[in-house]
């Protein structure tokens, strides 16, 4: 995978204001519009046990007002110049972005600024945001099928409560949630040497490093905040276990497997070979499954990609009356046959072009780059990677494909997890499960966790229209102003989606 | 604290605004028929073709309704030259995307590559659009695997909530179609899917866009070479029945037991996408419902704290449209925000918007319209739309002026046209023995639904549940009417103990222990011991309870029934 596409080098400029605060800007004038993000380097990994969903929660208070912006009137200020918004929050980070026509640009930085400099946290509000975020959990997780077996998963696989558990929290921790906790989570993360902001579009660079001087440098730093131990066993903690879904009309079930750090080879390697395994109509498991012996109705996976730690799944929707075991064993076989040869120099050519096409697919908005930048700044300080990253990925051979495979896809060391109608609950034998090898904890029941994984796209009818790679960013003002006839579902799609304020 | 910098205080004023350069478009026209629409777009090596026809869902035969869309998932399964596994490495291989799907109105069969790949992807995207086969093993497979899929829509409250508006809102009108039904699915045959393709898939009825890095000479000739050849033939017609027209409010309750939230959809007949209204419509739709600021989110969501998101939504469509308002909501606020929903949808129809008001939803819709135009599939999801709903040829340089012509007049006018409260339809799909109650005092008609949709009997209170006793339950403040044309004022206390109520009566003529108790949510029945001057003597209560009110009766041993009427103080 030696070829290399010719794309000219994104015009990065990266400088710290004295406070600390990490600044990237990329200049391009192709539209008048330009994207802002702040990252903050704080997620749910951050989180102590009894304040799950603390993160998240936060997230919402940073539209309720600061010094000089009342209470919502973030959402205000910037639809009514024209612009979208929202924010997220993940395992890794909590992020907040808006695209605004260009000339809005000291706009977006006056908001920014202004919350990170003088939150405002009043009881009626932590309450007000309190329920939302409860609503967006039943929206989200609690009414869809399948959603709270993905961070039941999570617990099967993580041993490190900091890996564990979910990013939307349980309803009990958000109660708990004090103004006062509120205040030191504020004081603790939200400060300029804690965070990234990214700059993309249609500006002038000196006229940005300006405004941004202007609004951002007299913010004060804090002490950096407690270092984060997400350190983790390489067993999975449960082999084995079943979730009852009251929602799920038919059994499903999940495999996972821990694996290694991002930006490591050996996750560059895994990456690849679960594309190979599982991505798309041409994938060896949709080929064998789906296809070849039409025992499923669809397969899945994804990988739930952390600095620390991270997961590989594969979800699976049998076809009734099928044999789920038989098809377990037609998937390991499938890792097996891939460790014991390697891709095929056909998959290698996919491999390479797929990357490609997703790479110069990427430089179109603003919005995908600015918050590919700010990912790179913030885990690896290094936003360059943004364009370098590539080949790294082109230089992974076969061989080191087939032994991460090897390595990290063990047939034993993995999490099998049965997802059981609950309706059908008192059908399914305890024999089912003897062959846990660790002893299944207890579900809590209604306090699943863990929402970064991915949910498992159900089968529907085909998209209206084939949605934008980077088009989450301005989803909203689209289909609002030309309403698409079919609405799809909303279940939370991707890993770094987490759980925003809004809708996207 | 030092004092803060001025410039803090205020949103600061925007830069000078800068242009936007709008693409040009090359049309051309093939003998037979066929539109080509290219976009040369140099900035990045790559290219995105869209066929676009103006046959959609709706033009399905009735008697099977999912037809395009399983013809669509299939174009990519098989053709004159290469098989279904064939196709799919060949995608894959150029790192590219090959997807066709449906919607109400019209078919798109979409693609993406690289430039380099251009010419391959382009050559099988026109395989795939004009040879198909249908293998038979293929048409099966999608058969029994459409069929699954159907159940898990069906687990979706988002689904259900669809499916019961179209159901309701367009009638015998095709729009009323959400999905095949099982019965659709079994009656598809291969014969009939290749029938479907040879009468939809004509050069005349389809649009071909491409955008990227392309050059336009070029890129005519292959697409001559590929599409020249390709059939023209009789185009589809849009003779459909009306939706029907609703002249009261009812509500449709889909009982889905066990719900985490109540999924409320208000509909209204709508607009189509080419009517006149259709500005005024967006702005007031903007200042109602579309984003993070308007009414609905600031009332529902930011006051209240009732759900994740309040929104409205347009759906305007070539033939016909719906106005919705829509919310997921706990289930115990269900009624409370009916309430509210309709406090604003009236508010909308009674006054006119504020010159801020109006401003700000102008702002906000022509300042994220070029946002649209960042990505190649952004301009050509546009570009289609313009062709597929026959919008004026330079509606992308028009649309901001129009935008700006809407005034606040016109914006009530169409609030008092298509904003009918009074003539909504309440859609809820949730958990129905805990909603009834909640949505009475919104209207008398009710009907309910199971999640197959099929209708059923309102669904009893399966089991004491706090959020259905919490409207009993608290301090009743009573006045007994006596046949002597007397009031006598009285106290009921109702407590929610674990299975029931515990309560308790104190009024002139002496005071009681509630003994049993039952209620439904709307209706309440309970026995009384009454211990009147040394006597102990029961009584029969029933009363019908909804927003905080009691009407009812109460019955001493063998007296006459005394009606009363009663509010609540204390819950």
Not at chain 2, 28 to 51: A, F, I, M
Not at chain 2, 61 to 77: A, K
Not at chain 2, 545 to 564: K, R, T
């Amino acid at each position: 995978m030696a070829e290399r596409l010719k794309l000219s080098p994104t015009p990065i400029q990266q400088f710290n204001l004295t406070n600390g605060l990490r600044v990237i800007l990329v200049e391009d004038h192709a539209v008048p519009v330009v994207s802002v993000t702040l990252y903050y380097d704080v997620g749910s990994r951050n989180e102590k046990s009894g304040r799950t969903g603390f993160a998240h929660l936060f997230e919402h208070m940073m539209f309720q007002g600061s010094e000089n912006v009342p209470k919502a009137a973030h959402f205000q200020y910037i639809f009514n110049a024209g612009g979208t918004m929202n924010g997220t929050t993940s395992t890794e980070r909590t992020n907040y972005y808006e695209t605004l026509p260009a000339s809005h640009l000291p706009l977006a930085l006056w908001l920014e600024s202004d919350r990170m400099r003088s939150l405002k946290v009043t009881q009626e509000n932590l309450d007000n945001q309190r329920e939302a975020v409860k609503e967006e959990k039943r929206l989200r997780y609690d009414n869809q099928p399948y959603v709270n077996a993905f961070l039941r998963f999570s617990e099967l696989v993580f041993k490190n409560p900091a890996n564990a558990h979910s990013t939307i929290g349980s309803m009990e921790d958000l109660d708990a949630a004090t103004i006062d906790d509120v205040r030191e989570f504020f004081r603790i993360y939200y400060a300029p040497n804690n965070a990234v902001l990214t700059v993309v579009g249609d500006f002038d660079e000196t006229e940005a490093r300006e405004l941004i001087e202007k609004y951002f440098k007299e913010i004060p730093s804090q002490p950096p905040p407690p270092p984060v131990d997400v350190s983790e066993q390489p067993e999975v903690v449960v082999r084995r276990d079943i979730f009852y879904d009251v929602h799920a009309p038919t059994s499903a079930f999940m495999l996972g497997w821990k694996i290694p750090p991002r930006r490591t080879p050996e996750f560059y390697a895994l990456s690849l070979g679960a594309e190979l395994l599982f991505s798309g109509d041409s994938s060896r498991l949709y080929q064998k499954l789906v296809k070849g012996d039409e025992s499923v109705v669809s397969i899945q996976g994804g990988i739930d990609e952390r600095r620390g730690p991270s997961a590989l799944y594969i979800f699976a929707l049998p076809k009734p009356g099928e044999e789920v075991a038989a098809i377990r064993n037609q998937i390991f076989d499938e890792i097996r046959a891939l460790r014991t040869s390697g891709p095929s120099p056909a998959e290698m050519e996919k491999l390479k072009n797929s990357l490609c096409n997703d790479v110069v697919r990427g430089r179109q908005s603003t919005m995908y780059r600015a918050q590919r930048l700010a990912e790179y700044a913030l885990y690896d300080n290094d936003p360059t990677l943004f364009d370098s990253e590539l080949d790294l990925y082109l230089a992974i051979t076969p061989e080191q494909i087939r032994d991460a495979v090897e390595r990290f896809l063990d047939v034993d060391n993995r999490v099998v997890l049965d997802v059981v109608p609950a309706a059908m609950a008192e059908a399914t034998s305890a024999d089912e499960v003897s062959e846990t090898a660790t002893p299944a904890s207890p579900q809590p029941p209604g306090e699943p966790k863990q929402p970064g994984a991915p949910a498992p796209q159900v089968p529907s009818v085909p998209p209206v229209e084939p949605a934008t790679e980077a088009g989450a960013a301005v989803g909203g003002p689209v289909s609002s102003q030309l309403e698409q006839p079919q609405q799809p579902a909303d279940p939370p799609k991707q890993t770094d989606s987490g759980s925003g304020p809004l809708h996207t | 604290m030092s004092t803060q910098a001025d410039f803090l205080k205020q949103p600061p004023p925007p830069l000078p605004s800068r242009p936007i350069k709008l693409p040009a478009a090359h049309e051309t026209t093939l003998s037979n028929g066929l539109v080509v629409v290219v976009v040369e777009d140099s900035r990045l090596p790559l290219v995105s073709y869209r066929l676009a026809l103006r046959t959609g869902d709706a033009h399905d035969p009735s008697e099977l309704p999912g037809l395009m869309d399983m013809l669509t998932g299939l174009l990519t399964e098989g053709t004159d030259s290469r098989t279904s596994r064939e196709i799919a490495d060949e995608i894959a291989r150029l790192g590219a995307t090959l997807q066709a799907g449906a919607n109400s109105d019209y078919t798109t069969v979409a693609a993406s590559s690289l430039a380099t790949f251009s010419e391959n992807i382009l050559e099988l995207m026109a395989d795939v659009a004009l040879r198909p086969v249908f293998p038979p093993s293929e048409v099966e497979l999608t058969k029994q695997n459409t069929k699954e899929s159907l159940k898990q829509q069906r687990a979706q409250p988002s689904f259900l909530a669809s499916e019961m508006v179209a159901r309701v809102m367009f009638g015998a009108h095709p729009y009323h179609v959400t999905a095949p039904t099982p019965e659709s699915i079994d009656a598809t045959t291969r014969e009939r899917l290749v029938e479907f393709h040879r009468a939809t898939f004509v050069a005349n009825n389809a649009v071909l866009l491409v955008a990227g890095d392309v050059q336009q000479q070029s890129i005519l000739q292959q697409v001559e070479s590929l599409f020249g050849n390709w059939q023209p033939g009789d185009l589809p017609g849009d003779n459909f029945p009306a939706p029907p027209q609703r002249t009261s409010r009812s509500a449709y309750i889909t009982d889905r037991p066990g719900s985490a939230q109540a999924n409320i959809v208000i509909a209204n007949e709508g607009i189509t996408r080419t009517s006149p209204d259709y500005f005024p419509m967006l702005v007031m739709h903007t200042v109602l419902g579309a984003n993070a600021s308007s009414r609905l989110f600031m009332n529902l969501r930011e006051e209240k704290g009732y759900t994740y998101g309040a929104y409205s939504s347009l759906d305007a469509r070539r033939t016909a449209g719906t106005f919705r308002a829509t919310a997921e909501v706990r289930t115990p606020v269900t009624g409370d925000s009916l309430k509210e929903f309709f406090y604003e949808l009236n508010r909308i129809r009674n006054e006119p918007v504020s010159e801020k008001e109006i401003a700000d939803a102008k702002s906000y819709l022509t300042g994220v319209f070029p946002i649209r135009l960042e990505t190649q599939e952004g301009l050509v999801d546009q570009l289609v739309q313009i062709k597929m709903f026959n919008l004026p040829e330079n509606y992308l340089e028009i649309y901001r002026n129009r935008i700006q012509a809407v005034t606040i007049p016109q914006v009530q006018e169409v609030a008092r046209k298509y904003v009918r409260p009074d003539e909504a339809a309440i859609v809820i799909v949730g958990d129905g023995a805990q909603l009834a109650h909640q949505v009475k005092p919104h209207t008398d008609k009710i009907e309910f639904y199971n999640t197959a949709g099929t209708k059923k009997d309102k669904p009893a209170v399966a089991s004491h549940s706090p959020e259905v006793a919490a409207a009993l339950a608290g301090n009743w403040s009573l006045l007994i009417e006596t046949p002597l044309g007397q009031s006598i004022p009285a106290t009921l206390i109702l407590r929610n103990i674990e299975k029931g109520f515990s309560g308790k009566v104190t009024s002139e003529m002496g005071n009681g222990e509630l003994l049993t108790a039952t209620f439904d949510g709307e209706s309440f029945a309970g026995t009384i011991s009454f211990d009147i001057a040394g006597h102990t003597m029961e009584a029969q209560i029933e009363g019908e309870v909804a927003n905080e009110q009691m009407e009812g009766s109460i019955s001493l041993q063998d007296a006459p029934a005394l009606p009363f009427t009663g509010n609540k103080t204390e819950n």
